[in-house]
T-cell receptor, first 115, second 110 residues
Framework: GAVVSQHPSWVICKSGTSVKIECRSL??????MFWYRQFPKQSLMLMATSNEGSKATYEQGVEKDKFLINHASLTLSTLTVTSAHPEDSSFYIC???????????FGDGTRLSIL | QQQVKQSPQSLIVQKGGISIINCAYE??????FPWYQQFPGKGPALLIA?????SEKKEGRFTISFNKSAKQFSLHIMDSQPGDSATYFC?????????FGEGTQLTVNP
């Protein structure tokens, strides 16, 4: 089946630092990748959609200057949380799909803790 | 505006029983209705999905029932097992994006 790998799985860092999370599609080319955020015992909230080689489309209320998304290749997208603060602590999950009619396949998430 | 409402929020079932989770949506433009299973600390995994041209889809112990006129769909887990204990999310989609329900925490007691 389609495999999406996310790295790191857990990161703890100090307030004010920037953190980069990688999302890779291992056995298929992902024309579109998605980034979600999930708080404890809550649902997944879409943050942004990125198509390879294009600028990401951010959901309303998501600061694009804070959450930088790069989708430079068909197998890799990165999310950089810039100048992270404790309120940015959350579970970040990426997903990828081959094309519009294929389902999204999710990574195992990155737990981000900002001290 | 909440586009998909999921119930119940939590569900406890005995081993061997049937687990039923329901979702209702508002926008008739949705054309893809998946269910995802999520274990703690993991990303969601696609369980089963249906498109609006069929009323039911079965895969093993998992069945989706879809009622287009009522704008509702449900997940039935037959012969529920302790290993099914997880959080289940319904979702709706038209084109690019998925919108998730609030989730149902299922506990299957041995």
């Amino acid at each position: 089946g389609a495999v999406v790998s996310q790295h790191p799985s857990w990161v703890i860092c100090k307030s004010g630092t920037s953190v980069k999370i990688e999302c890779r599609s291992l056995d298929f080319q992902a024309t579109t990748m998605f980034w979600y955020r999930q708080f404890p015992k809550q649902s997944l909230m879409l943050m942004a959609t990125s198509n390879e080689g294009s600028k990401a489309t951010y959901e309303q209320g998501v600061e694009k200057d804070k959450f930088l998304i790069n989708h430079a290749s068909l197998t890799l997208s990165t999310l950089t949380v810039t100048s992270a603060h404790p309120e940015d602590s959350s579970f970040y999950i990426c997903s990828a799909r081959f094309d519009r009619v294929q389902p999204q396949h999710f990574g195992d998430g990155t737990r981000l803790s900002i001290l | 505006q909440q586009q998909v409402k999921q119930s119940p929020q939590s569900l406890i079932v005995q081993k061997g029983g049937i687990s039923i989770i329901n979702c209702a949506y508002e926008n008739t433009a949705f054309d893809y209705f998946p269910w995802y299973q999520q274990f703690p600390g993991k990303g969601p995994a696609l369980l089963i999905a249906i498109r609006p041209d069929v009323s039911e889809k079965k895969e093993g112990r998992f069945t989706i029932s879809f009622n287009k006129s009522a704008k509702q769909f449900s997940l039935h887990i037959m012969d529920s097992q302790p290993g099914d204990s997880a959080t289940y999310f319904c979702a709706v989609s038209s084109g690019s994006r998925l919108t998730f329900g609030e989730g149902t925490q299922l506990t299957v007691n041995p």
